[in-house]
């Protein structure tokens, strides 16, 4: 039997390693990480780059996953089955956190709602499977767009003077998004309601969706419009669970 490629070792274990973590990783700190010569991890990272599997940030030089490869690791996970495996957590959260559950994938350029749990109460509320909402303007679509999972647009809508449009601010809003573990938006798609969400990892650490809770900002938010500690605390727990029923490890 052949031996195995020690190259594509070396690649595999790179990209393992800009799948976990922050997601950005600097040359030196791959090469330390792997003990290889910062030659060796930069001629694989060119390479990977090249083939669009590796992205490299201008500012900062650091590298991350690229879009390509992103492609790759949703395309095996078909949408009932990212739906099946959540069914059994966004009930619990919908329970414990008294909200609305959103569970949301990327398709074509926007959110897919693909599960949705309404608030454990008698109010009129809509059904909103299938839905497609704006990744810029919502908790799921700013999880989705910080893990690199969806691009955002060129020319993202404004839909109320909270909603962040500018590519500066966006882009400050997702590096909280990547070093917290989780997003949030308050009255950026509609007037008076607000969300949280986290990411829902699959097999190899790859974002492949987020789960979330939405509702009334007075109740997803305190008295300092910020996102309660308690839900996000929640969300993230159940994020965790559907992550590791579709093979992620532990995070």
């Not at 500690?229 to 590791?244: M, W």
């Amino acid at each position: 039997m052949p031996g195995t490629v020690q190259s594509i070792e070396r690649a595999a274990a790179i990209l393992r390693m800009l799948a976990g973590g922050s997601g950005r990783l600097g040359l030196a700190e791959i090469s330390r990480s792997l003990d290889l010569a910062k030659g060796t991890v930069h001629g694989i990272l060119r390479t990977l780059q090249h083939v669009g599997f590796v992205e490299q940030d201008r500012a900062s030089g650091h590298y991350q996953l690229g879009a390509a490869l992103l492609h790759l690791g949703t395309s095996y996970l078909d949408i009932n089955e990212l739906r099946s495996r959540s069914i059994n957590w966004a009930d619990p959260l919908a329970a414990r956190s008294g909200e609305a559950v959103r569970i949301g994938t990327v398709l074509e350029g926007r959110v897919l709602v693909v599960h949705h749990v309404f608030r454990p109460d008698d109010t009129f509320q809509t059904l909103d499977i299938g839905s497609l909402l704006p990744l810029h303007a919502t908790a799921l679509g700013k999880v989705l767009l910080a893990y690199r999972a969806a691009r955002a647009s060129a020319s993202p809508e404004r839909f109320t003077r909270r909603t962040v449009v500018t590519s500066r601010e966006l882009a400050a809003e997702l590096e909280h998004v990547r070093e917290a573990g989780w997003g949030a938006e308050i009255e950026e798609h509609t007037l008076g309601e607000a969300a949280i969400a986290a990411p829902i990892r699959g097999y190899g650490g790859l974002v492949v969706g987020a789960i979330g809770v939405s509702g009334l900002v007075e109740r997803i938010c305190d008295s300092r419009y910020r996102p309660r500690t308690r839900l996000v605390g929640y969300v993230r727990d159940a994020a965790r669970a559907v992550s590791r029923d579709l093979g992620a490890a532990r995070h």
